[in-house]
């Protein structure tokens, strides 16, 4: 896979897992759950941003339609993951863990592959970034 699909696969990634922090935040009572899915949704918005940014910088003429299997690279389950229609907010957390130990592997790989040192260093802090929210999301278990 080119590193520009990568890129690309990254920022849906980064903006799913804004989106799903973001509504959290919106919809749960516990205020300490409130504050960390708002920390965390500004977390991914930045990375996000910055995705975009190296897409703009290093492929600014790349262009791709993600299928279902790229999308599935870094994300688990649908893209809106409600407590009320998914069980339980324990079973929200534990897809959204999964998402993030996924995206943090993907990362890592790509880390491992980019010939780019500032992608490089990119990459592997982003891992970092995906794991510690995988668990930070431990902390939050009712």
């Known amino acids: ?23 959290l935040a919106e919809k749960t009572r516990n205020e300490n759950h409130r504050r960390v899915f708002t920390e965390m949704a500004d977390e991914e918005q930045e990375h996000h941003t910055h995705v975009q940014s190296l897409l703009k910088k290093h492929f ?23 407590p009320a229609e998914h069980g339980s907010t324990t079973a929200v957390l534990k897809t959204i863990q999964e998402s993030e130990r996924l995206t943090g592997r993907f990362y890592a790989a790509l880390a491992e592959a980019a010939s780019l040192t500032e ?22 278990y009712d």
Do not use: W
């Open 1 to 23: 896979m080119s590193l520009a699909k990568s890129l690309t696969i990254a920022a849906y990634g980064e903006s799913v897992a804004s989106y799903r922090y973001r509504t």
């Open 119 to 140: 992608l490089r260093s990119i990459f592997k802090e982003m891992a970092d970034e995906c794991f510690d929210h995988a668990e930070r999301l431990n902390q939050l």
């Open 60 to 82: 600014p003429d790349e262009n791709f339609v993600l299928t279902p299997a790229d999308k599935e690279s870094v994300i688990v389950g649908p893209r809106n993951l409600d």
